[in-house]
């Protein structure tokens, strides 16, 4: 499942230093950890990050379960990083001020013809592991010195995690009843991805989840068939998806599609079934997507449409 989370929603990141004490954290996309942005770099909307334009810098955060610091630390090593392009010069053990351990790598990777300075910091908070990604263009060194960089990336705080009402309200869409059903991840502010179960963390292998995301515009009535088709491809999670039926139907009074298919647990190989509606609007549709194991979907299919019925955009 924590393949799935990264791929519901997705990118790299890095760091930075000391802080002021009148400077105040922000936390870009609502999330858990906040830092203190260099000057001159601005909230990217929808993305947990900061970003100038103009000297093409970035700061990206990637919030991940606690568990998931000592997995990467086995991992975290500038060898592992070269593969991938990414030159380290310089590796430090960090104390942040609210006493969390973190690890700072610092160098450059190139792109093409261009190399970029790049700083990716590793911290372990009570409830999140945050990786903190910071890079841009050697010209833009002026503007940003290695001492504001490293100053931001000491900045960086943790608030407590959002209660399940909280990540809910922030959605384009209610749910009437959630139906068993917990929030795991909420994904760009668009989209929620939802569990049984009682794991605390994405490895939540084997069990049923529900994925709901809303999207704007109005589809017309002869592409919501290949628009639904184009959707069930992309089931994050799973294998070797076979559509074995669908058609449209009705859903909360307004027109729908669905599709139900095969496919196969993309860590585990295991046999389990989709379900996939669209409800169209007239100015955007919801997205539903059940995912079971195939042995327990006949169980679970009735909790997925209750829980499909009940969703409504704001």
């Known amino acids: 499942m924590r393949r799935l989370i990264c791929a519901l929603a997705a990118s790299l990141m890095l760091l930075a230093a ?16 906040g830092i ?5 770099m601005v909230e990217i909307p929808g ?19 606690s568990a998931a610091y000592a997995d990467i630390m086995r991992t975290f090593e500038p060898e592992a990083l070269q593969s991938k392009g990414v030159t380290i010069e310089q590796r430090r053990d960090l104390e942040l001020a609210g006493g969390e351990k973190a690890v700072l790598l610092t160098g450059y990777q190139s792109v093409g013809p261009v190399a970029l300075k790049k700083w990716i910091l590793l911290v372990g908070g009570k409830d999140v592991t945050a990786m903190v990604t910071v890079q841009f263009p050697e010209a833009a060194s ?26 809910l309200a922030r959605l384009p869409f209610t749910i009437g009843d959630l139906e068993g059903y917990r929030v795991l991840k909420v994904l760009g502010g668009s989209a929620v991805l939802l569990t049984k179960g009682d794991a605390k963390g994405p ?3 084997g069990q049923p989840y529900f994925i709901i995301s809303a999207a704007r515009g109005e589809i017309r009535e002869d592409d919501r068939e290949s ?28 027109p729908g599609f669905e599709l139900m298919g095969k496919a196969q647990d993309q860590q585990s190989g295991k046999p389990v079934k989709v379900a ?18 195939e042995e327990t979907f006949g169980a679970e299919f009735d909790g997925m449409r209750a829980l499909r019925d009940g969703i409504d955009l704001r």
């Open 227 to 254: 628009l639904a088709k184009r959707a069930i491809a992309s089931v994050p999670g799973v294998k070797e998806l076979r559509v074995e039926r669908g058609g449209p139907l009705r859903i909360g009074g307004q």
């Open 18 to 33: 000391p802080l002021a004490a009148t400077a105040q954290a922000l936390f870009p996309n609502e999330g858990v950890v």
């Open 36 to 40: 203190v942005p260099p000057a001159g």
């Open 276 to 293: 996939q509606w669209l409800r169209f609007g007239r100015t955007g549709y919801l997205r539903m997507v059940g995912v079971a194991p």
């Open 203 to 205: 490895d939540v292998a």
């Open 142 to 167: 002026a503007r940003y010195s290695d001492e504001a960089v490293e100053t931001a990336l000491r900045s960086i705080v943790f608030r407590a995690p959002p209660t399940q009402d909280e990540l």
């Open 47 to 65: 993305v947990a990050g900061f970003e100038d334009r103009d000297a093409k810098a970035a700061i990206l955060i990637l919030e991940m379960p």
